[in-house]
Every structure is written in C-alpha cells, then in structure tokens.
C-alpha cells in the first residue's frame, strides 16, 4: 500500500484536476441527456445502468492520471516525457501506456559524493566521476558484485571489489 501511496504523489496536481473535471462532465452535463434518450439503454436492468452512469467516467480519469503518470514518471526517469505522454494519449486502447510501462528505464540512482543523479547503466558519475557500481578491470564496463566473470569480455573478477576504489 506505501508503494501506491508514492505511485499517486507522483500523478500532477493537473491531470487529478483535469480526471475530476472529466469525471464530473460526464456525470453531471453528458448523462443526464444520454442515458435517459438511448432506447438501447432503457430495458437494461438498473444496476446496469448504474455502472454505466458511474463506470465509463471512471475510467476515463483513470486513463486520464495514467498520462499524467506516465509524464512525470518519464521525466524523472530522463526519458523523452513529451514523446511517451503523447504516445500514451494517441495509441488506442490504453497500449502506448501498456508500452511506456513495459519499456521504461530504471530510475537514475544518486552519485555518493555530488548528490548528482546517474542514469543506472553508467558506472561512474558524470558530474565528478565518482564510481557509482562495479566495473571490469579489462574493458571497464558495468558488472555485477556477484558475478565471477565479466559477462563483455570475459575477465576474472574478484569477489571483493569495492565500487569506491
């Protein structure tokens, strides 16, 4: 439940305005003179037209905080935000959403000396060039602390290495 508490801090402050705003169009100005007028909707059961009153603005706030989601998340992940925010409004269906969610970067880790934030698959920093992860003595490449062989170029590493020296 933490996890989707800071997950909802990040939607804007703009797309919860602009998701109650469709959310209360649709119920107050759009249903009133839909639903009532609609011959297909009239035989339906009321419980039905209940969830249709209430779900289908629900679910386009929804999708509307899901773009607000995905362009402040992209922005603080530096990925191209604009570019991902108009492919989550323009791809039907809610795919460019489904994408940015399946293709998104890891978020940049902070350098320990600067404070300066590096995106993950660096291994140094490129404000000071403080180490931020382990490298390979050979090709100086990303490795991981519990690998016992560079995975480029095959190197021995050293199960002690420390990512500040």
Request: charged residues 15%.
């Given at each position: 439940?933490?996890?989707?508490?800071?997950?909802?801090?990040?939607?804007?402050?703009?797309?919860?305005?602009?998701?109650?705003?469709?959310?209360?169009?649709?119920?107050?100005?759009?249903?009133?003179?839909?639903?009532?007028?609609?011959?297909?909707?009239?035989p339906?059961?009321?419980?039905?037209?209940?969830?249709?009153?209430?779900?289908?603005?629900?679910?386009?706030?929804?999708?509307?905080?899901?773009?607000?989601?995905?362009?402040?998340?992209?922005?603080?992940?530096?990925?191209?935000?604009?570019?991902?925010?108009?492919?989550?409004?323009?791809?039907?269906?809610?795919?460019?959403?489904?994408?940015?969610?399946?293709?998104?970067?890891?978020?940049?880790?902070?350098?320990?000396?600067?404070?300066?934030?590096v995106?993950?698959?660096?291994?140094?920093?490129p404000?000071?060039?403080?180490?931020?992860?382990?490298?390979?003595?050979?090709?100086?490449?990303?490795?991981?602390?519990?690998?016992?062989?560079?995975?480029?170029?095959?190197?021995?590493?050293?199960?002690?290495?420390?990512?500040?020296?």
């Amino acid at each position: 439940m933490n996890q989707l508490r800071q997950d909802l801090k990040v939607i804007p402050l703009g797309a919860w305005i602009i998701a109650l705003l469709v959310y209360g169009g649709f119920i107050f100005l759009i249903s009133p003179w839909l639903i009532p007028r609609d011959p297909e909707l009239s035989p339906l059961p009321t419980l039905l037209k209940v969830v249709f009153w209430f779900g289908i603005p629900m679910m386009l706030a929804i999708l509307v905080l899901l773009i607000g989601y995905v362009y402040v998340d992209a922005k603080r992940r530096g990925m191209r935000y604009v570019l991902w925010t108009l492919l989550a409004i323009f791809i039907p269906n809610a795919i460019g959403i489904v994408l940015y969610f399946i293709l998104r970067d890891p978020l940049p880790q902070s350098c320990p000396k600067c404070g300066a934030l590096v995106p993950i698959r660096f291994s140094h920093c490129p404000a000071c060039g403080t180490a931020v992860a382990q490298t390979c003595p050979e090709c100086r490449r990303r490795v991981e602390s519990e690998w016992l062989h560079c995975a480029h170029c095959g190197e021995g590493l050293r199960p002690a290495q420390s990512p500040l020296g």
